[in-house]
């Protein structure tokens, strides 16, 4: 308790608490304790059953010595013991580090080190993987913590919590506590930690639940792995406010089609491919869908096209999501999409975005450069990164902007449209091609699933455009057909020097085209 000095007077006040998330979903066992909280394959989980395996996680690891800060990587499969221990991490005032299991076991030792991890949850089918960093690995067996059916040489989840407190653990929380370190997806290279405090992902989840109407009614499917921020998105803001998770061990349109008939969920969240996927699965249309009230895209812009057609086919709202595990972020809401369908709408609210040319400067309103941008959801910064970090910063009217790598521009009414990576930018005869300007119309054409644009080297222009695309299965256009459908409906100096059509895009573990690889053909 504070006190407040008033006339000479000295007046108790509260104290403001910080809203932790862990705390907040405390509440949901309390008032609301048979409600369900998770359902995953045919397990149901209850509010007060969630929170009680939470609080018995984050007790054994208190008991254990776990101090506030400390890092705990988890490298699972998504599963129910996924979100206890997730979250008992957070809430012993440990700092979450979720890691691909798309790592291999050079990768995933280096990860574990250079994010200083004193502990590791491992799920069962990838225990192999210790065997062959057993020799490197600076972990001890008993903090090496196994779930699921397995070899007896680690430590055994369940023997893990077996005697533990269900009370609520004794750590105070701050909004200035490291929370968790999110890797990036490393589409351009060695992926970087991103650290985040209480603060950000709290104001995060928040933001996030206003914007794609989340709240305790919610029933969101997640479809995507649990250590990227394209799952803490729908994730997140659905726990936070008390509603219901239904989530997938691993994707399969066919078995999101038969999930969405059988759990009834108001919302999902899915990337671009996905949504191809499922728009495509051939028994689409003997699902009963009708229970989705919102669908969202994030991690990659969708093409007009397949907005459109999402809409057709599920009958329901449909927004998008631009932004950066960083931070930033903007939301293209349900009542635009058919008026700005190219556009990845405007800034989520406490949101500062603007356009700067290479150096530096601001530009107005239909100009492209660099998006950069501010606001409440920042990371911190990348750990142990410093000057990776300083690297990304943009100063302007004493607020720290992010630097994202990615070009775009406003229209007149304040929607951003992304034009593509930095790095990915042609310059032709000295002038600017954006891949997205091209990407965009070559997507419209009947017969392609997906495309993407890159430069290659030419001895006149010094780079050209090439596209690749991916055609429909009863398609028989050529690429000869597709080059002059293509460059007659682009200016002179956008026109591609070939469409490829391949069998499928290099990619990674959220379905990102991974460009760099494409254009390793043509170094």
Known sequence: MKELNLGGKKLATFDAVPAIITDLMAGHAKYTPNKLALIFEEKRISWEELNTRINKVANTLIKNGLKKGDKVAVFMSNMVESIEIMFGIIKAGGVLVP??????????????????????????????????????????????????LGSEKCMKFETFIANASSEEPNVTLEFNDDCIILYSSGTTGVPKGILHTHYSRFIFSIRLAISKGIDQRTKMLLTTPFYTNSTWAPMLPTLVTGGTIISMKKFDAAQFLKLSEKEKPTHSLMVPTQYYMVLNEKDFDSYDVSSYKRLISVASPLHKQMKLKIIEKFNCEFTELYGLTEGIGTILLPEDVLKKPDSVGIPTFGTDIRIIDEEGKELPKGEAGEIVGYGSVMMKGYYKLPDKTKEVMWIKDGKIFLKTGDMGKFDEDGFLYILGRKKDMIVSGGLNIYSADIEN???????????????????????????????????????????????????????????????????????????????????
């Open 99 to 148: 890691l691909s299991t798309m790592l291999e076991a050079n990768t995933l030792l280096n990860m574990i080190h250079s994010a200083d991890s004193q502990m590791l949850f491992i799920s069962s089918d990838y225990e192999f993987l210790i065997n062959e960093m057993k020799d490197k690995l600076r972990l001890s067996d008993h903090n090496i913590i196994t779930v699921g």
């Open 441 to 523: 119309v070559l997507a419209s054409h009947r017969d392609v699933s997906e495309c993407a644009v890159i430069g290659i080297p030419h001895e006149k222009w010094g780079e050209t455009p090439l596209a690749f695309a991916t055609v429909k299965d009863e398609s028989r256009v050529s690429h000869q057909e597709l080059k002059n459908w293509l460059n007659e409906r682009l200016n002179k100096y956008q026109r591609v020097q070939d469409v490829e059509i391949i069998s499928d895009f290099p990619r990674n573990a959220l379905g990102k085209i991974l460009k760099r690889e494409l254009r390793e053909r043509y170094s």
